[in-house]
């Protein structure tokens, strides 16, 4: 399961970081720090999504 969650990672992560840092940028925020918040909390939060994801593919 580490495999699948470890590939399921690297295109949950890109997907909400990418997310996060348009909804940024469309919010106005142009700067360096936020932009570098969102894209930081899109590949936190995919951790706990990827684990999830991997579970139900699993069952």
Do not use: C, H, N, Q
């Amino acid at each position: 399961m580490m495999r699948l969650a470890s590939i399921l990672f690297s295109l949950i992560s890109t997907t909400l970081a990418g997310t996060a840092v348009i909804a940024v940028l469309v919010a106005g925020y142009d700067t360096l720090v936020p932009i570098l918040a969102a894209a930081a909390t899109g590949v936190v939060l995919a951790l706990p999504v990827t684990w999830i994801v991997a579970k139900k593919m699993v069952e």
